[in-house]
């Protein structure tokens, strides 16, 4: 069993950074893929971004292409989420997730999920 816990996020107004780190534990962090996904008000949980077990492959939404960036620690044991220009559409709850495939951007390929973290972007 993987246990994640996502920090990070925070108010930030439109244009600035946030970095979003998610610790994982319970499991050896290695053989997981992992992703970012993130749900707005009224909105359904989509997703953000994902990164192979080694860091070698990276995917994004085209919502977030050019401005966030996944990458990951694993001596750490954790995954980041580096999101910069940000705007007030990214206002979101954002979680992070793990699998067991090499590449997934649906919520039904992911096995292990966080809490969740708040992102609010003012304009």
């Known amino acids: 069993q993987v246990q994640l816990v996502e920090s990070g996020g925070g108010l930030v107004q439109a244009g600035g950074s946030l970095r979003l780190s998610c610790a994982a534990s319970?499991?050896?962090?290695?053989?997981?893929?992992m992703g970012w996904f993130r749900q707005a008000p009224g909105k359904e949980r989509e997703f953000v971004a994902g990164i192979n077990w080694s860091g070698g492959h990276t995917y994004y939404a085209d919502s977030v292409k050019g401005r966030f960036t996944i990458s990951r620690d694993n001596a750490k044991n954790t995954v980041y989420l580096q999101m910069n220009n940000l705007k007030p559409e990214d206002t979101a709850v954002y979680y992070c997730?793990?699998?067991?495939?090499?590449?997934?951007?649906?919520?039904?390929?992911?096995?292990?999920w966080g809490q969740g973290t708040q992102v609010t972007v003012s304009s």
């Open positions: 997730a793990a699998q067991s495939r090499w590449r997934a951007t649906m919520e039904y390929e992911y096995d292990y």
């Open positions: 319970g499991g050896t962090f290695s053989n997981y893929g």
